[in-house]
């Protein structure tokens, strides 16, 4: 098991804009991608995602780690599988959790 390559912010509608403006303007990351819901910042050799969450009222912070095998990697773990979180489209893997309640999301890398 390995890092992943992004880590997400995901904010209240009510907080987006000025967390964005904050990480483009005040940090001064560079803007890597911009999506009508995200935008993606270089962060290192990581991109940082900052997510719009309309529904959401507080901030959660969630991680990407790679697996060859995405569902023995979430067996040794003994993780929940919290697939409902978010679609997963093109993927091999799985939304799960640390016991603090981080969402992780755990699957193989894509190469191409």
Known sequence: MEAGKNIAIKVPLHRWDDTVAFYRDKVGLPVARELDDSTGFVFGALTLWIDRVPHQSQVDVWIELFDDDPDAA???????????????????????????????????????
């Open 74 to 112: 979430l067996s040794r773990l003994g993780s929940p599988v919290r697939d409902e979180l978010e679609p997963l489209t093109n993927v091999t893997g799985h939304w799960t959790s640390d016991p603090a309640g981080t969402v992780i999301l755990l699957r193989k890398e894509q190469m191409g």
